[in-house]
């Protein structure tokens, strides 16, 4: 049976990158994106270099819906064997960031619902799939351990998204659960954050890759890691 990484926010920055190593590797991909334009080209984008064999099934909506949550674990079921799900696709919640007594709630819990409930709820619509030795990566940032200055409604969701992940990692002993930090880069999330400033001295998403494809495809086991230092 077909091996089988689900991937989400993949039609762009770091989520595109890892998609288009995994497959060229030969991985069948299901994907997701809230914007069906972008995810059509970057289907076309990630088949034009997969390796033999390696199927590419693109679920265009939003990871917060349960509804698409239930036809990406369907995509995944009938394409092959779950080995890998990358819970990718996160929101910033405003732009520019406000300070946290200034964020409005509605947006907070936007933000809540996709950075953290979204994961967590994928991962447990894949869970009949994902057996021994499957690995849940959940993207995280350094915003989820330094208290900066304005980030306080994205840093704590990707704060209370790592603590998850070691919960879900002690209830499953059989799974590694990786939260990786994939370091400062120049994504699109990250110019939002800082509308005014040129961020084009930053690495692109690709710099992030190496250090994922190590913990993906090595046996670290679950825990908390920084993808660019694992390349150093």
């Given at each position: ?48 270099t997969a390796g033999h ?164 495809d090595g046996s670290l086991?679950?825990?908390?890691y920084r993808a660019q230092?694992?390349?150093?």
């Amino acid at each position: 049976m077909q091996r089988v990484a689900v991937i989400t926010g993949a039609s762009q920055g770091l989520g595109l990158e890892l998609a288009r190593s995994l497959a060229a590797d030969g991985w069948s991909l299901v994907i997701d994106a809230r914007r069906p334009e972008l995810l059509a080209d970057a289907t076309d984008a990630i088949e034009s270099t997969a390796g033999h064999g390696a199927k590419v099934v693109a679920v265009a909506g939003d990871v917060a819906d349960p509804d698409h949550r239930r036809a990406l674990a369907d995509a995944a079921r009938a394409t092959g064997t779950v080995r890998l799900v990358v819970n990718n696709a996160s929101t910033l919640g405003a732009s520019p960031l406000p300070a946290l007594v200034d964020l409005d709630p509605a947006t907070y819990l936007r933000t809540l619902e996709v950075n953290l409930v979204a994961p967590m709820a994928l991962v447990a619509a894949l869970a009949d799939q994902l057996g021994d030795g499957a690995t849940v990566v959940n993207v995280s940032s350094d915003a989820a351990v330094e208290p900066y200055d304005h980030w306080g409604g994205y840093g704590s969701s990707k704060a209370a998204l790592d603590h998850a992940s070691m919960i879900l990692a002690a209830e499953h002993p059989t799974w590694r659960v990786l939260a990786v930090d994939p370091g400062d880069l120049d994504t699109e999330l990250h110019r939002s954050a800082f509308p005014d400033e040129d961020l084009s001295d930053l690495p692109g998403p690709e710099a992030a890759v190496p250090g994922f494809r190590r913990l993906i495809d090595g046996s670290l086991p679950s825990g908390r890691y920084r993808a660019q230092e694992l390349v150093r």
